[in-house]
């Protein structure tokens, strides 16, 4: 949510979105280009190039198929860029529309665009690499049917914010270049089959807010490293492959309002100093081998509604 909201802060604070007036085009030819490419890669026939993209009309806008969702589907032009003329396309929404299509490699070609959603569609493939060379604060796939492995060059967009992989068919070793991304407060990857051991650079992610890597195949053990993400709010290490124990040095990030780790193997872990964690509210600790008691404390935490600490090790 955290992420809906800021990206919504960033979309409404342009002052001069969107103008459209007697049938002047205003989105630059060689974009308009672009983005007739774009549609034809995706699979895309809602868009009607008769009228400017950037007019909110001939399908260009159209509210999201999500109730929840306060941001529509479709693509948002900016007029009022800085040392720029004209409007550009800053973002581009395709949720929920049974895209079949691949991800297309022109949309690095499109400037000054920042935002990538196609969540929810049935679009396959890979990641192309040319998305590196962009400056995007949101990529999200999220249920889709693409493959391959993570390119390395994602590591670049040191710009980015939010990165949605969740629920598609990616798999390989994740690229020690994603330590590169310094500004990254979202990192959702489960239900992939990524493998191999999570690369140390990851540790450099001190502005990571939630994680997700459950429903993975990857090898090694929880890595200590996480102690670093003092800003981190949400973690999900379920059914990921990783093994314990689960690192005592979690009890270090006091930030966190949801924790659900579950089915792990290896070592007995000891059950987790959490008595800092004032935040939280949500604990799920399943088949962890955890051992010892459940500490009373627990009870105190007025914030926690939400407790599932099941195949205990009691010793």
Known sequence: MFFGRVLLVWVIGFSCLLSFAFGATILPDDEVEILRQIAKKLGNTNWKFSVDPCSRQGGWVSPSPNPNDKLPNGVTCNCSLVNSTGCHVVSIRLKSLSLPGVLPPELARLPYLREIDLTRNYLNGPIPPEWGSMRLVNISVLGNQLSGSIPKELGNISTLVSLVLESNRFSGVLPPELGNLSNIERLHISSNYFT????????????????????????????????????????????????????????????????????????????????????????IMRNCNITGKIPAYLGNMEKLKTLYSLSLSLK
């Open 196 to 283: 191999g051991e999570l690369p140390e650079e990851l540790a450099r992610l001190t502005k990571l807010k939630e994680f997700r890597i459950s429903d993975n195949h990857f090898t090694g053990k929880i890595p200590n490293f996480i102690q670093y993400w003092t800003n981190l709010e949400k973690i999900a290490i379920q059914a990921s492959g990783l093994e314990g124990p689960i690192p005592s040095s979690i009890s270090l990030l006091e930030k966190l309002t949801d924790v659900r780790i579950s089915d792990i193997n290896g070592t007995g872990t000891a059950f987790l100093p959490l008595s800092k964690m004032e935040n939280m509210n949500r604990l």
